[in-house]
């Protein structure tokens, strides 16, 4: 079954602090996995995808990491700010033409506190 | 660019009624997508829309329905409208279905 979990399911962290959250995916074939950002009651905006061939990608304060072997991804914030309190979703396609989808995780609840 | 918009901002129905939500990706974008997503819960895919056609649509039953005018805007229609229903309804757009969705700020339903 093509599933995305996520973990932890929320966390709570001081500004300043890095943390990590955790993806795994049972999707096959695979063939990218995007993060998005959620703030609460908005539309999520991407921060990254990770195509097969790619190992580490950053953007700004934001590293995620990609290991296919293991269907494991993770995003690391790093020096984390008030602003980066929100739900943080892993997303991975499967299918493909009109049977395309996207299995989205559950979320991971950020909470970056002063 | 204009990104994603979506109106109404809130929608106050009660139980039975119908509601219309409304969506205009952005330009250039021929795919709409529409998703569910109830308090603190994930995303829920409802619908799929590009070039004016019904491409795929989630585990949601036929009173959710919508359309796609000539100009890739999209409607949302839901019927009979239940409980339930409260969400968040966001719209997202995108070149093709393999590019990253770009969000509306979604409309948030109440269903008293």
């Known amino acids: 079954k093509n599933q995305v979990e996520q973990s932890p399911q929320s966390l709570i962290i001081l500004e300043g602090k890095n943390c990590t959250l955790q993806?795994?995916?049972?999707?096959?074939?695979?063939?990218?996995l995007r993060w998005y950002k959620q703030d609460t009651g908005r539309g999520p905006v991407s921060l990254t995808i990770?195509?097969?061939s790619e190992n580490t990608k950053s953007n700004g304060r934001y590293t995620a990491t990609l290991d296919a072997d293991t269907k494991q991804s993770s995003l690391h914030i790093t020096a984390s700010q008030l602003s980066d309190s929100a739900s943080y979703i892993c997303?991975?396609?499967w299918g493909a033409g009109n049977n395309r989808k996207l299995i989205w995780g559950l979320g991971t609840s950020l909470a970056v506190n002063p | 660019e204009a990104g994603v918009t979506q109106s109404p901002t809130h929608l106050i129905k009660t139980r039975g009624q119908q509601a219309t939500l409304r969506c205009s990706p952005i330009?250039?974008?021929?795919?709409v997508y529409w998703y569910q997503q109830a308090l603190g819960l994930g995303l829920q895919f409802l619908l799929w829309?590009?070039?004016?056609?019904?491409?795929n649509r989630g585990n949601f039953p036929p009173r959710f329905s919508g359309r796609q005018f000539p100009n890739y805007s999209s409607e949302l229609n839901v019927n009979a409208l239940e409980l339930e229903d409260s969400a968040l309804y966001l719209c997202?757009?995108?070149?093709?279905?393999?590019?990253?969705?770009?969000f509306g700020p979604g409309t948030r339903l109440t269903v008293l």
């Open positions: 993806c795994n995916y049972t999707v096959s074939p695979f063939s990218n």
């Open positions: 330009s250039g974008h021929t795919s």
């Open positions: 829309y590009d070039e004016g056609e019904e491409r």
């Open positions: 990770m195509t097969f």
């Open positions: 997202a757009s995108s070149f093709t279905e393999v590019d990253t969705q770009y």
């Open positions: 997303v991975v396609p």
